[in-house]
Every structure is written in structure tokens, then in C-alpha cells.
């Protein structure tokens, strides 16, 4: 029995209904494509320069795949090297739990507020509207989470939770909602960027406890990394007493010298850049440089039910670098909101119903047209566009013992299709009966609405008239022609 | 059962499948190819690209060239173990941080600059590592002052990422620093300077 996830990993609605309310937001979709496509060909230049990227990749691959096939035993190693270093290791069956042992860690420290590091595990397992309920404040520090915490918006991209707003918007946000803000505040980046480190300086000086995420873990020496870009990392990571890292158990590599790969993959892969401007490790507890107490909860929350599915667990390779994202159709139109989960794009199309059991989930398979631009890009390679039909095909399964309309549609059509002359009778009737429709749309043999019931079919998709022609009879008309001209050119017929 | 051994029996059950054992391919470089020589000029490309500030010195002027780019006034901050010599052409306030006295955090706020050395430098990402080994003190001493200057003698630098790590003792707190405090978040475009040092000025010694 596989224990699935809980918490920020699934929306009100199914996704192509989320969909249509985000493609109706023109300056969404403007904000999107600017900046996808910035960052796309930010990505391209740096990845070209390195002669031995693929090598990367599939030893990025590999080393991930190694890791979930010994998990149990990485995690108890890294568990059993991070104590010895000096720190506290818990560990989380779901997102309630980790919630649980996080709030009452800040609790004990006798703060009433935290400072935050962007985290996705952290927002994955609702972390703030558990210590807000708790009466424990959590500040976000990220630039682009502080935008979010500060809009009371959700995050819609891995990297960049406030893509979706534009420097205007990000104005507007931080007059109207940021203590201190100036009302003169123009929209140049520098000067939002600026009014950040303001605001936040004095929160990060006067800090006791901080919450992070990882972006990687090693086993052998019980290390954790952040890799960042602002220094609000390092400020949570060095500044107060109390650090309480949370991290996923996919998070794992084997040894320190793993991370010559992955530091390589990620920076070019998520923002463009050689190198991320800082990355943080630390083992434990350091006397007398950064937080004397480490804490470090480690979550399962639907992984290990996502490991159980043999063509399903490459997902938990992941690095969270969202260059799939980036590149991904659908991501660009529809937006970060639209699948619900706090994993969007690509990547959380195979993430989330794997977390959360694809029954909760089911229509997040479908939000692909399966290009393969993800594919392409993973920096470790991921089959996503395998395991979306995959998983397509899972979401299917689980409904097979209930009829439904699109069950007797497709029985009706299998028994239709399953003798030609049965096939031919259906398809000469169903010519007949679009024949006024085919007249009404001119040129145009596709149909955009159908009415109900027949309607489920056309709202993602176009239903095409049927063809004036079918192959069966184009064969058999064109037959004698052919068997004419070969007899009469055998040399032809041969070399064909 | 607990959390810790329920969790650990999942991922068991996960695994009963029996997944087949997964070799690693190690066909990336290792080692960089860049002319030795050419290391620093590859290094201070990389930091020009992030909008630090690169300088050249000899061993023997070096205390005049950081005389220069420091602030005539200070306070300047520096970890207790710098060496004499890179602060003898300074005639600026100096606070020294130690053990027995470590500098308080509205200090390092109030601090115009800080100096330190580095572990190591990797020239294809233009990266400076520091792992709180000599002349570099703790990890916030880098972190609060407005503007970092880091001495790199030219034979600290070495080409890849691999043989970056390969110099460094996981287990001391590391900092990986590429350029100036920077950001993405607004429209995936880059700015420099958000919370860490906004300045950082590298002094490549010969």
C-alpha cells in the first residue's frame, strides 16, 4: 500500500479548467513569454560552451538513478554522518508531520518569528500557514517569494515564484504592501532590488531561528548545500542561533565528489549562468562560525510511493533547475497557476500525481502536447514525455471498472472499427450527416464546439469532419490503376 | 513503528522490484585543458562577466593596490589571521575579528569593506571558494560589509570545477562566491546587488 502526499501539491480544479481562466490574462501570458524566452537563450549560450555537457548529463543521470536504487541505505548513512558533525535529524512520513516537528523546533527556541530561505519543500508542505497558525511568522527573503508572500499570491515556478508579475506590477506590490516602501518607487530592477535589502537587513541582524530547504545532501559526510543568489541564503544560513533544514529524501547524493556534477548541471541549467553567485555547504555544527543548532527533517511525502513505480522514479532525479519549464509550450501559455501544484510545468506534470497518487491528480498528465522540449533540456536527463504516457496510461487504469460516457464512446468504436465493412457503413453515414456542417464552416474541416454530450471531447481539443475520403476507398478506387500501370512498366514495379 | 522506520520500510517495499545495479559514466573533464598560464586571464574574464572588479598586482606592490581600492576611511574589516603586509600601505580604521573578540553584527553592518584571502579559485566559472581556512575568518565577515575584497595569488587558481572540490575538506563550512550578490527574479534578467556584499573587487597576485 503506498502512502501518498499530502499538502500544496494539488488545485481546486482540474487543469485544462485552470487553464482557461489563466489563458483569458493577456499580460500573464505577455510576462510569460518575455521572460521564458530570456531565460531560455540565457541557457542555450552558457550549455554550448561546455564541450562535455552531455557527459554531465548522463553521469548526473546515472548517479541519481544509483541513488534511488540505494536510498534506504544513503539515508541512513547521511543521518548517521550529520549527527556525528553535531546535528538533529527527524523524519517526516508526510507534510503534516514535517509541519509538526518544524513549528514546535521554532517553539522551543522561544522565537515567535523565522526567517526563510526559498524552499520548494517547504512551500510543498504549506510550512507557513502551519507556523502562522502556530502564531510563528515566517518571512520569505527570496526577492521573488517575498513578492509572492507580500502579493498573498502562490508561487508559479520553481525558480522564479513571481514570474507572472512584471517589474510594474512588482512596483505596485511593493508600495502598496511593503512596510517602508516609498511611494516614489520606480521599476527599475536595481531599485526594486534595492528596497528588498532594506527592508530585510534588519529582519536577517536580529534573526534566532532560520528554515531552508537543500538543493543537495551528500551521504558520506552528512553535508548539506544551498545554492542561491541574492546572499539571503547565507544570511539564514550563518546569521541566527537555530537553522531547521528541510529536505526531501530525493535530495541525496552519494559523496562530496558527486557534486562536481550537479554544480555544473544546475547553474547553466536554471538562471544561465556559469555559476550561481553563491553556494553554501555545512556539515553539522562549525564552533563559533554560523548556527549552533542544526536541525534537519527528512520527508518522505509521497516519495517513496513515487519510487515504487519502476518507469515513474526517474522523477526523482530532479534537480529543480525549471529549464523545463522554460522551454514548455504549454508552461508559457497557460502559467505556473494553472496545475495547482506547487510543482508546475513539465516536471510537476510527473511529480505531483506521483506524490499524491494520480487518481488526485489525473488530469496533470494531459498538460503536455508531449513535443519533447523538456526532454532535451533535463540536465539529468529525464525521460518526462515517457513518463507522462505512462502515467496517462496509470490515470486510465485506475478508472477501468467505472463506465463512463468516453468508456462507451470508445467500447461503441472498437466494435465499429473492428470489421471494415462495418467501418465503411459507419463512415459513409457519419459523411452524410456532417454533409450540412461541412458546408456551413467553407474550407475548414476541423469543428471547435460540439454540442453535449459530445462536448467533453471538443474542450481541449478540435473534433475533424470526417475525410471525403477514406483510405480504404481511395484504395480501392485507385487498384486497378495501379495494377494497370505496373503490369505495363515491370521494370519500375521491380525496382520500387 | 516510527517515522524514521516506517519511512526506511517504504522505501524498501519501494524497491521490490530489485532495480538493476547502475554503473556512473565518468567521461567529463576533470581536468581543465586552459594553458596554465592562462588561468588567471580565464578567471578574471569570468569575474568581469559578473561585474566584479578584477586588478593585478605584484607580491611586492600588492599593499598599495589594496590601499587604493579600499575606503580612505574603513572601517575595514579583517579576519585575525590576514598577513601584515597586505595592510601595510592602510592608513584606514582596521577592526580585527578574532575568537576572543568577534565583531558584532551591527559592527560588520557599520563596516565599509572587508578583506580576505581565498581556499581556492576555479578560472571556467570564475568562482572563489572560501572555507574559513587562513586570512578568510568566519563566514559572515564576507556577508554583511557592502563591499568584499578578496586577494587570489595566481597559483591558487585552478580550471575546473572537479579540481576545485578536489582542494577542499567537505566538512568545514564552504562558500562558493561567483561575482557580486545578484538577482534573476525580475523578469529572469539579472541585477547585481541585493543582500550580499554589492561590490566585490578581486586582486590577482603574480
Known sequence: ?496 | MNAREEVLARLRSALGDGPAEVAVPRAYRRTGTCDPDRLAELLADRLVDYRAGVHWSSQDGLAETLSALLPAEGPLVVPPDVPDRWLAAYDGQVLVDSDDAPLGTGTLDGAASVLTGCATAIAQTGTLVLDGGTAQGRRLLTLIPDHHVCVVPVTDIVDTVPEGLQRLAPTRPLTLISGPSATSDIELSRVEGVHGPRRLDVVLVR
Not at chain 1, 540505494?70 to 543521518?79: D, H, K, S, V
Not at chain 1, 476541423?446 to 471525403?468: E, I, N, Y
Open chain 1, 1 to 496: 500500500m503506498n502512502a501518498y502526499g499530502t499538502g500544496h501539491l494539488y488545485g481546486p480544479a482540474r487543469f485544462e479548467k485552470a487553464a482557461r481562466v489563466e489563458l483569458a490574462k493577456p499580460q500573464l501570458r505577455e510576462n510569460l513569454r518575455h521572460a521564458t524566452h530570456t531565460i531560455r537563450d540565457r541557457r542555450e549560450e552558457v550549455v554550448d560552451e561546455v564541450p562535455d555537457w552531455e557527459q554531465l548529463r548522463e553521469s548526473g543521470q546515472a548517479i541519481k538513478a544509483r541513488v534511488a536504487r540505494q536510498l534506504p541505505e544513503l539515508l541512513e548513512r547521511f543521518e548517521a554522518a550529520a549527527v556525528e558533525a553535531g546535528a538533529t535529524v527527524h523524519w517526516a512520513r508526510d507534510a503534516d508531520e514535517a509541519c509538526r516537528i518544524v513549528t514546535g523546533l521554532v517553539k522551543d527556541t522561544g522565537a515567535s518569528e523565522a526567517v526563510k530561505i526559498k524552499s520548494m519543500t517547504t512551500q510543498e508542505i504549506n510550512l507557513n500557514e502551519a507556523l502562522e497558525s502556530a502564531g510563528i511568522d515566517a518571512y520569505e527573503t527570496d526577492l521573488a517569494e517575498l513578492i509572492v508572500q507580500l502579493a498573498e499570491d502562490k508561487p508559479s515556478h520553481i525558480l522564479v515564484p513571481a514570474i507572472h508579475y512584471n517589474r510594474e506590477e512588482i512596483r505596485d506590490i511593493f508600495r502598496q504592501r511593503m512596510p517602508g516602501a516609498a511611494d516614489t518607487l520606480s521599476d527599475a530592477p536595481e531599485e526594486l532590488a534595492e528596497a528588498a535589502r532594506t527592508h530585510l537587513r534588519r529582519r536577517f541582524l536580529s534573526a534566532r531561528v532560520a528554515i531552508s530547504g537543500a538543493n543537495f545532501a551528500v551521504a558520506d559526510t552528512g553535508t548539506l548545500v544551498v545554492v542561491e543568489s541574492e546572499g539571503n541564503g547565507r544570511m539564514c544560513l550563518t546569521l541566527p542561533e537555530t537553522l531547521i533544514s528541510v529536505v526531501g529524501i530525493d535530495k541525496l547524493v552519494p559523496s562530496f565528489a558527486d557534486l562536481e556534477v550537479f554544480l555544473q548541471l544546475l547553474p547553466r541549467s536554471s538562471t544561465g549562468e556559469r555559476m550561481n553567485p553563491y553556494t553554501s555547504m555545512w556539515t553539522g555544527v562549525t564552533p563559533g562560525d554560523g548556527p549552533q543548532r542544526t536541525h534537519i527533517v527528512l520527508l518522505d511525502n509521497g516519495r517513496s510511493a513515487t519510487l515504487s513505480d519502476p518507469v515513474g522514479r526517474q522523477a526523482l532525479s530532479c534537480i529543480r533547475c525549471s529549464a523545463c519549464l522554460n522551454v514548455c509550450p504549454v508552461y508559457e501559455r497557460a502559467g505556473g497557476h494553472a496545475y495547482g501544484s506547487v510543482y508546475p510545468g513539465p516536471i510537476g506534470a510527473i511529480i505531483s500525481p506521483q506524490l499524491t497518487g494520480v487518481g488526485e491528480n489525473a488530469s496533470l498528465p494531459y498538460a503536455s502536447t508531449l513535443c519533447g522540449a523538456c526532454n532535451d533540456v533535463c540536465p539529468v536527463k529525464i525521460d518526462i514525455a515517457d513518463v507522462l504516457v505512462h502515467l496517462r496510461g496509470r490515470a486510465v487504469d485506475a478508472k477501468r471498472d467505472t463506465l463512463s460516457a468516453e468508456r462507451i464512446a470508445m467500447r461503441l468504436l472498437s466494435w465499429i472499427m473492428s470489421d471494415p465493412r462495418r467501418y465503411g457503413r459507419a463512415l459513409r453515414a457519419a459523411r452524410r450527416g456532417t454533409a450540412p456542417l461541412a458546408a456551413l464552416l467553407g474550407g475548414r474541416r476541423t469543428v471547435r464546439h460540439l454540442p453535449w454530450p459530445l462536448s467533453a471531447w471538443t474542450s481541449s481539443r478540435d473534433a475533424p469532419l470526417p475525410a471525403a475520403e477514406s483510405f480504404q476507398e481511395w484504395w480501392q478506387r485507385t487498384r486497378a490503376e495501379r495494377e494497370q500501370a505496373q503490369r505495363g512498366n515491370p521494370s519500375k514495379g521491380e525496382t520500387s
